[in-house]
């Protein structure tokens, strides 16, 4: 036995911030559907996402079926279990948490944090209200529902027993109804039986070629059937500890199993999108339900076994009507081969997800594709969609939208959960690579001083606006705004949409905190707020500090064809956003010697490095632009170019960046 904190940080590990980019409400499913429940009372539908919401459905009334939204996972919902009666919902998800929610309200009450990887599967035990959850990281957990659902922030200690001995990852679990037997189906092909009383290993039962990606009991534990990606689904006896019947109806990998209350019959699904209904004592009696537009991921049926309600890697979920008419064997001349069902009776329709992107060279903009084969441009600076373009050719937009413009990258791109995530941090330094002109940005059209921005600096600003810190003794009277509040934080130039998803994770690890941008001004949110965000985030939300300016090294040697003998070889240093026309300034000024004495770029009144550290005087060197051409690879240089820029597209080499300069008749 164990006991694990449900919340709490682990040792500290590189902490990235990320952002989901989205309409404030979203009612349907943007990606596949992985797991599926149905209330029969209240005549509910429970849906798990791979867009990381669980929604709710009304199936009584299918013309608005949506009804709410469970909103706190940051990554696939792999799995959900109704239990308590309908009252508790517990999910489990590939962003490594369990959670416990109320079900009728939709809130999350608390979050187990004790797998170290992808939770892919959950069982339950009605009877003894046990539910028990695996996945990537090969260990079995048992859970006491009753327990779980009195959880507190403050009572926050939990007790679960493990099975451990599984070689492989876990993708399917199964335990009945008493929770005397549990089955575990693993990327190892066996199917591993244990006591959930005990946790004593019971037996391996080996068949199968390829993963176990369904199980489901009967009710005494005696039975179980497997489905596996060989594409078989075998019957095992638990007391003769083997496999006593292989069932072959489908042509691909089988996904999803489901079998009637008297488990006389299997319903079966997977890759190859079709559904059979198969009498387990007779495999040869077996009917083609129906047929799916993608591959079958989980099935669940309704409390008069007249319908199925199925999930699929697409966004919507479908009701097919169950037509007993079984194939009689052979003799039926391809009556099974034909689906009972052409078309469903009922479909909550799902909306596009978001599977081609494309950044551009702005490093702001984002044009993105989706499954609808829509067109649309985002604006990760803030946090939205900008632009609709409807059904265009995506390649002839990004050739249309290039331009010869080089900002460096600040942020990673997502799409695992249909929609546009940002990731900020993965690398510190890049984060803060990107500075820009705010005018040319168009963030400050009106400014006579060019102000320099950092896109990530804006961006963590504008995300945590809302979040304030609490000071100590004499620091308060500074942390009031004239309307006597705490201050904001914020940045002079945006805000972005407050119903942003703000994650707080480790690089390539676990989330540690979820919260929207509107309500990070929350004191319970405060507080969590100050135990996650990094210090390198503080420094500049909190503290105000600006991110360092990147540099950059370059070599200035006359032209060949200027007549002027080559100088030794200075290396000289500037800031990367640095245009070519203050290059020019200095090749004029200090070199040819037109203007004052020579000295270095470092510093003198007209040398690329000399302007303030983030303002460039608006007066540029027009004298200098006429009198001195700068060169790269032979190709002239356009004054407007900044150096990254003539890096990236016309140096095009890892060793210093070599410059060429000539005087102009």
């Not at 190709?635 to 060429?660: C, E």
Request: glycine share 8%; proline share 4%.
């Amino acid at each position: 036995m164990t006991s694990h904190k449900t919340g709490g940080q682990s040792g500290r590990k590189k902490v990235q911030v990320s952002l989901v980019v989205r309409d404030e409400v979203e009612p349907c499913h943007r990606a596949g559907v992985n797991s599926l429940q149905l209330d029969a009372q209240l005549q509910r539908l429970y849906s798990a996402g791979r867009d990381g919401i669980v929604r709710i459905w009304n199936c009584k009334s299918m013309k608005e079926p949506y009804l709410q939204s469970m909103e706190h996972h940051t990554d696939w919902v792999n799995d959900i279990v109704l239990c308590c009666g309908g009252k508790n919902l517990i999910s489990a998800s590939s962003d490594t948490t369990v959670k416990v929610w109320n079900a009728h309200k939709g809130f999350c009450m608390s979050t187990l944090r004790t797998h170290k990887d992808y939770v892919k599967a959950l069982a339950y035990a009605r009877d003894r209200e046990q539910v028990a959850s695996a996945g990537l990281d090969r260990a079995i957990f048992l859970w006491d529902v009753n327990t779980l659902t009195a959880l507190t922030a403050s009572n926050n200690t939990v007790t679960t027993s493990s099975l451990n001995g599984n070689k492989d990852s876990i993708y399917s679990l199964a335990m009945n109804p008493s929770g005397t037997v549990i089955v575990s189906g693993s990327t190892e092909k066996v199917l591993r039986v244990w006591d959930p009383r005990t946790c004593a290993k019971q037996m391996k039962l080996k068949g199968h070629s390829d993963n176990v990606k369904a199980l489901v009991m009967n009710r005494d534990g005696t039975q179980c059937l497997s489905g596996s990606s060989d594409g078989t689904i075998k019957l095992w006896s638990l007391g003769q500890q083997r496999c006593v019947t292989t069932i072959r109806v489908h042509d691909e990998g089988v996904w999803a199993l489901l079998t009637t209350d008297s488990f006389s019959h299997v319903v079966s699904g997977g890759r190859d999108r079709k559904i059979y209904m198969t009498d387990i004592r007779c495999p040869e009696r077996h009917v083609l339900l129906c047929e799916e537009t993608a591959p079958v991921l989980k099935m669940v049926m309704t409390p008069d076994q007249n319908s199925l309600w199925v999930a699929t890697s697409e966004s919507s979920i479908k009701n097919w009507p169950i037509v007993r008419r079984e194939s009689q064997g052979d003799t039926a001349d391809d009556e099974a081969l034909k689906p009972q069902s052409l078309k469903p009776d009922l479909c909550i329709k799902g909306g596009p997800a978001v599977r081609h992107y494309h950044i551009l060279n702005d490093k702001r903009h984002i044009l993105a594709k989706d499954t609808d084969s829509n067109v649309m441009v985002y604006d990760v600076l803030k946090a939205c969609k900008v632009e609709e373009l409807g059904q265009v050719d995506f390649d002839e937009e990004v050739k249309k939208r290039f331009k010869m413009i080089y900002v460096p990258n600040w942020f990673n791109v997502d799409l695992k959960t249909g929609m546009l995530t940002i990731h900020l941090g993965q690398d510190e330094n890049d984060c803060f690579s990107a500075w820009v002109s705010a005018r040319e940005a168009g963030l400050a059209p009106n400014d006579t001083v060019d102000q320099k921005v950092n896109y990530g600096n804006l961006l963590l600003q504008a995300l945590l606006e809302h979040w304030w810190r609490p000071l100590q003794g004499d620091d308060e009277a500074e942390c009031q705004d004239p309307a006597g509040g705490p201050m904001r934080g914020g940045n002079e130039y945006f805000s972005v949409p407050g119903h942003t998803p703000v994650i707080f994770s480790e690089v390539g690890g676990r989330t540690l905190y979820r919260l929207l941008v509107r309500d990070a001004g929350g004191e319970t949110e405060g507080v969590l707020l100050n135990e996650t965000v990094p210090p390198w985030v503080v420094d500049i939300v909190v503290e105000k500090n600006l991110p360092k300016f990147i540099k950059i090294p370059f070599y200035l040697q006359p032209h060949a064809s200027s007549g002027i003998k080559s100088v030794k070889k200075d290396r000289l240093i500037a800031n990367d956003f640095i245009q070519v026309r203050k290059v020019a300034e200095h090749v004029y000024e200090k070199v040819l010697c037109a203007g004052s004495e020579s000295g270095s770029v470092a510093g003198g009144p007209g040398s690329p490095g000399a302007a303030g550290p983030d303002t460039e005087p608006q007066e540029t060197g027009s004298v200098a632009e006429e009198r001195v051409e700068l060169l790269c690879n032979d190709q002239v240089l356009d004054s407007n170019m900044d150096l990254r820029t003539v890096r990236h597209f016309i140096w095009k080499s890892s060793t210093d960046l070599t410059l060429y300069y000539r005087p102009l008749k």
